[in-house]
Nanobody, 120 residues
Framework: QVRLVESGGGLVQAGSSLRLSCAAI????MGWFRQASGKEREFVAS????????SYAASVKGRFTISRDNVENTVYLQMNSLKPEDTAVYYC?????????????????WGQGTQVTVPS
């Protein structure tokens, strides 16, 4: 079974940046979701195949950037101006087709998650 592996999480101060990485699957949309302690998993960003279209949650738009390297088969989430409310486990996911989506039901394969912590 295909599993995705995220990397790049950590503990950073508010206002700092982090870049998350995940092995991408060719010809499919890739997405990032996050789940804070005690909350539901929520959409963060999505990028189509081969990468012409992106979609962001309102809470991260302008601060986070999703991108993909189709040669290295890697998807990235560049997170700038991090806030305490960005604290969560971040999950990489592979979509069921090549179209951007903010619905978790449109994603078939998930990673195990990487923790991002931004203390207040």
């Amino acid at each position: 079974q295909v599993r995705l592996v995220e990397s790049g999480g950590g503990l950073v101060q508010a206002g700092s940046s982090l870049r998350l990485s995940c092995a991408a699957i060719s010809h499919f949309t890739m997405g990032w979701f996050r789940q804070a302690s005690g909350k539901e998993r929520e959409f963060v960003a999505s990028i189509s195949w081969p990468g012409r279209k992106t979609s962001y949650a309102a809470s991260v738009k302008g601060r986070f950037t999703i991108s993909r390297d189709n040669v290295e088969n890697t998807v990235y989430l560049q997170m700038n101006s991090l806030k305490p409310e960005d604290t969560a486990v971040y999950y990489c996911a592979q979509g069921r087709n090549s179209i951007v989506s903010d619905s978790s039901s449109d994603y078939l394969v998930w990673g195990q998650g990487t923790q991002v912590t931004v203390p207040s």
